[in-house]
């Protein structure tokens, strides 16, 4: 049934709508994360939820994990400007791969911030909050990469993603979690559909 749904939700935003979407953050990441959130919710368990109504125990990361999943964070930051400049050419190209740039830059500066003020621990990074929020910028601006949005523009982009990125793990995961029970293990709302 994905596919089917992807389907039809490239071909009204990108036939229909004629939206410019360059980088997939509409047709890829947004999709993919509601969709998955979606089916979370409608195939969760709902004795799992009853057992478990704070999440599941096992939830969590480990020392060799985290190191793991950073480095895999890293590949993505350096690759990510390619994954957005993929299908332009010349000079759009170039603009894609800048302000791919100067948007996952953006991103990092404000993850590292709001990471330390919505954790409340005292100048401590989380590392969920590093290694998604920092990528955010590169997912808020796929859809405007190709265009000319000035460098401020691109910064600002990334660093709004970031900072919403970070709230979302720190605020709306938790309530998710709580109210509806909804388990987004990887954290995929935060970082694909929210920025």
Not at 5 to 28: P, Q, R
Request: include cysteine.
């Amino acid at each position: 049934f994905e596919v089917m749904f992807y389907s039809a939700n490239e071909y009204i935003l990108v036939h229909e709508l004629k939206v410019t979407d360059i980088g997939g953050s509409m047709v890829i990441h947004a999709f993919g994360a509601y969709f998955g959130v979606a089916c979370s919710l409608g195939l969760g368990s709902r004795l799992l939820r009853e057992k478990f109504p704070e999440g599941h125990p096992k939830n969590s990361s480990s020392r060799t994990s985290d190191i793991f999943a950073m480095i895999g964070t890293v590949f993505l930051w350096l690759f990510w400007p390619s994954f957005n400049a993929a299908l332009t050419s010349g000079n759009s190209q170039h603009r894609t791969v800048i302000n791919t740039i100067l948007s996952l830059s953006g991103s990092c500066m404000t993850t590292f911030i709001s990471s330390a003020i919505f954790r409340g621990a005292k100048y401590k990074f989380n590392m969920v909050d590093i290694q998604n929020a920092t990528l955010a910028g590169g997912v808020a601006v796929g859809a405007s990469a190709n265009l000319v949005i000035e460098p401020y523009g691109a910064i600002l982009i990334g660093s709004v993603a970031g900072i919403l990125s970070v709230v979302g793990y720190t605020k709306i995961q938790p309530f998710l979690q709580s109210k509806p029970n909804l388990q987004d293990t990887a954290g995929v709302h935060n970082l694909h559909g929210m920025p």
